[in-house]
């Protein structure tokens, strides 16, 4: 002990864990300088290098833990991965900050964590979940295994999902088009086609609105748009980028030798026998290649409900008092990805009854809506809005739907009541 208490002071700059060891003399400012520049090396955490060092074990960290920061301590080696809490943290973030969420009461959340003195992690899941954060001390390696697990059981929450037939939809093939049928040998790549199912998995079960593909000089990057937050996925080899672009071309049923000017298509990816997910496809000449956008169109969203909306009780009330009058306009506005579609769709399924005739104008239709008359714009065959809104004049209509661009900003939908 007198070797510790005389060990001469360290210049490295201390993670929070690092000065609380030092001051409680359970490690030598060498050995902390030596652990720091080990875990600066190899980019770890001090936790990681300093377990690995092997100069204090697992348990006896966390004991020191929780005794020196007034954390509970929590034993989770035979801890049930499925009685946790779903949805309350992004898995990937969970991952990403090695914090588990154990149990939420009220406006609290209790989070399994190793190192209390990662205040940023902490901070970062107060700020996703607007909740009071509440620290549990566990063991690191057992934390560790515990998220190994939660993230298999992610993956093996997809495949039991998708079944063993799950299969991207190309629709109804056109047997003259000898492009389609050259350009689907081309691009049959298994790693490209691997990859992106997984990605397409990836964004539905993080709840993504639209994924990003995007080409750099340097790198290429996928990103998803997940609560209104693009968010960056993976950065895939750059060499993948033509055939991973051809590919998606070619499930959109797009001309894949046409580079030069955007294009825009359609897809769809089978989850089973009972749910199926389209994207809409949108592709971008860029300065490095075609970036491609894809927009998740879930028809289940349209079927969650009023209540499902996110509407104060107010709000909600006018609405529903609005859609349910006999004549009348409600106009829809905001940015892209704020839930216009949405909200429309969800009050066509309020009102879709035998006894009313509904008409829509879309660009395109994104869910399909049985009971409804939904109409896809084509303004290069002359079918424009308002040749459509005209030609609904003619068909006896009780609703009308469309869609109008306003100050050339976002797209504003609207519902008629004739």
């Known amino acids: 002990m007198a070797d510790v208490m005389s060990s001469p002071p360290s210049n490295n700059p201390n993670t929070g864990l690092a000065r609380a060891l030092l ?30 060092s092997n100069h204090i074990p697992a348990r006896d960290l966390a004991s020191f833990c929780s005794e020196t920061f007034g954390y509970p301590l929590l034993d989770i080696s035979a801890f049930n991965i499925h009685s946790l809490p779903e949805k309350i943290i992004d898995a990937r973030l969970i991952q990403t900050l090695r914090v588990i969420p154990l149990v939420k009461r009220g406006n609290k959340i209790a989070v399994a964590i190793s190192d209390p003195t990662n205040l940023q992690a902490l901070d970062q899941i107060k700020f996703k979940t607007e909740l009071i954060v509440e620290p549990i001390i566990v063991e690191h390696d057992l934390l560790l295994r515990l998220l190994e697990k939660l993230a298999k059981a992610s993956d093996q929450s997809l495949i039991d999902l998708i079944g063993d037939d799950a299969d991207i939809d190309f629709g109804e093939a056109d047997p003259g088009n000898a ?38 000089e ?19 080899p750059l060499m993948i980028k033509e055939k991973l672009v051809s590919r998606i071309k070619v499930l959109s049923r797009m001309d894949i ?34 970036k491609v956008v894809m927009r998740i169109l879930d028809a289940t969203q349209a079927q969650m409900g009023i209540d499902a909306l996110g509407y104060d009780q107010d709000q909600k009330d006018i609405l529903m008092r609005c859609i349910t009058r006999p004549y009348g306009m409600v106009l829809v506005t905001g940015p892209t990805g704020s839930g216009k579609t949405v909200s429309l769709y969800t009050c066509l399924n309020v009102i879709n009854k035998p ?54 900003q976002f797209i504003s939908p609207f519902l008629i009541k004739c």
């Open 257 to 290: 030798s046409e580079k030069r000017i955007p294009q825009d298509g359609r897809m769809k990816l089978t989850l089973s026998a009972t749910r199926a997910i389209d994207f809409r496809v949108s592709t971008l000449p860029t300065l490095f290649g075609e």
């Open 218 to 236: 340097k790198f290429y990057r996928v990103r998803f748009r997940v609560d209104g937050e693009l968010r960056e996925i993976t950065q895939p």
């Open 179 to 216: 492009l389609v049928d050259s350009a689907s040998s081309e691009v049959d790549d298994a790693p490209v086609v691997k990859f992106l199912n997984k990605i397409l998995l990836d964004a539905i079960n993080m709840g993504a609105s639209d994924l990003h593909f995007e080409p750099f």
């Open 355 to 408: 006894g009313v005739n509904i008409s829509t104008a879309e660009d395109p239709a994104e869910i399909n809506l049985p009971g409804v008359n939904q109409v896809n714009v084509n303004d290069k065959a002359g079918l424009s809005f308002a040749v459509a809104l005209k030609s609904f004049l003619r068909q006896d209509p009780d609703v009308i739907i469309g869609c109008i661009i306003v100050f050339y």
């Open 23 to 52: 001051q409680a003399n359970r490690l030598t400012n060498a050995q902390v300088d030596h652990i720091l520049k080990k875990s600066q090396t190899e980019k770890t955490a001090f936790i990681d290098s300093l377990l690995q």
